[in-house]
């Protein structure tokens, strides 16, 4: 079983669909967790962090369930611009350890 | 700010040449990451620096492959000989504990090995 397990989709929403996924690890003892956004031909970009308490910023959502250890995304009001891949990426002990699950790809049709 | 910065961009090579890298972190970052993607296997992570020195090179797929950074704002991956399976991406990327261990990727280098 892979550490950071993502489904990799694709998903396939219209435009202004709200849209979840998920993002299941493995270790108990992870500590740190982010959303990347990676658009065809560009790098990993960070779209958010997501803190115990859970957290927005505008029409994205991101939480944290550490009894059933996943992190989840969710996107509202979807635009075609939000096609992307997310990456999700877990971190253990500081940056010793930082892992990246294999990513969610999300397409948007108008 | 300049983010991490990458050399070369794209590269084609010939099989058996050797390949070199290159990355400049972001400055005052004290870890740095070199990964590969490609679509078969994702993104993986090759090797691993903190404050200049390899924490973790597991990730290395064999000994054609070495990483070196002999300072704070410099490191390369090297190549040699390549084959054709080499082709990828190659990410540099680094971080800091002052960033809340965020990584920040380069734009990436593109090789093609024929």
Redesign the interface.
Known sequence: RKEVEQDPGPFNVPEGATVAFNCTYSNSASQ?F?WYRQDCR?????LM?VYSSGNEDGRFTAQLNRASQYISLLIRDSKLSDSATY?C?V?YS?????I?G??TRLSIRP | DAGVIQSPRHEVTEMGQEVTLRCKPISGHN?L?W?RQTMMR??E?LI?F?NNVP??DSGMPEDRFSAKMPNASFSTLKIQPSEPRDSAVY?CAS?S?GS?????????SWLTVV
């Open positions: 740190s982010f560009k790098e990993p970009k960070l962090s990456l990426v971190t500081s940056a010793s350890k930082i990246f294999s990513g | 870890s990451f990964y994702g993104l992570l691993y903190n924490i973790d990410f971080s504990t809340g261990n965020t990584i920040y990727f380069g734009e990436g």
